[in-house]
């Protein structure tokens, strides 16, 4: 069963989406995540993707109070990512009501520290972010390729115990373009151990049937859902299958 993993992304409290990671290509959708969140969770959503940009900026988290006011106010399962630099970060993320956290660029630069929070948390807690531009990954809000594949990337976490992925195609992101249904299938065939959620560039409801069909664990859909090119109600079928 794949879930239905709507994003919210937050600079300055509000509910926003960048286009490929780019702060100057920033579109303001509501002043008010809660709302949205709440929004979601009245169609049978039961998963949130909530990522602090103002965090990841900062190096550490800045949207807390929204994420502990989602998390006291809706019944959402949430997964908070953006700025989780430090054992201290995750902890206050954990604190404030988030079931996951995503562990982006610091899961390329210091494996080791990542590696211990999946000891400590447990693997079902900590997701790891596969960011990637063509075959490799991406880190620094996207504006640097590293050496990194992402096969041997996911291989590796995979090796340590990791299970969730959120991969992220950074060229799609935002753009409304369909996602990368090779990666994904190819992941599957190569990595079928890795849980793989699928994100970026999922634009219409036949996308997320793609995505269902290949099995991805997850499909995170965010600016289709707030310029309307997939319906909060055409989503209904995918969480109420199972």
């Known amino acids: 069963m794949m879930e239905i993993i709507p994003a919210i992304d937050l600079i300055g409290g509000q509910c926003v989406r960048l286009t490929e ?14 709302e949205v969140a709440k929004r979601f969770e009245g169609h049978g959503i039961r998963r949130l993707h909530l990522v602090d940009l103002d965090g990841a900026r900062a190096k550490k988290p800045v ?26 970060a ?12 995503t ?25 790891i972010g596969a960011d990637f ?12 390729e590293s050496a990194f594949t992402l096969d041997d990337f996911i291989s590796d976490y ?36 890795a849980g793989v959620i699928a994100s970026g560039g999922v634009t219409t409801i036949r996308d997320v049937e793609e995505l269902q069909e290949i099995g991805v664990t997850g499909a995170i859909i965010g ?15 995918f969480i109420y299958a199972d």
């Open 21 to 34: 990671g780019d702060f100057a290509q920033q579109t303001t959708y509501d002043s008010n995540p809660l």
């Open 63 to 88: 949207n807390l109070a929204v994420l502990e006011k989602i998390a006291a106010n809706t019944s959402l399962s949430i997964d908070f990512g953006g700025g989780l630099q430090s054992e201290e």
């Open 90 to 101: 995750v902890r206050q993320a954990f604190e404030a009501g988030a079931a996951q956290i």
């Open 103 to 127: 562990a982006g660029s610091i899961a390329v630069r210091e494996p080791e520290t990542v590696k211990q929070w999946l000891q400590q948390y447990g693997p079902e807690k900590i997701i």
């Open 133 to 144: 531009k063509g075959t490799n990954i991406a880190i620094s809000a996207w504006t640097e």
């Open 158 to 193: 995979v090796q340590t115990g990791a299970k969730l992925f959120i991969c992220t195609d950074v060229s799609k992101d935002g753009k409304l373009q369909g996602p990368s249904l090779d990666t994904y299938r190819h992941l599957k065939t190569t990595l079928p151990k």
């Open 223 to 237: 600016k289709a859902i707030y310029e309307g090119t997939i319906q909060l109600k055409d989503l209904e079928r």
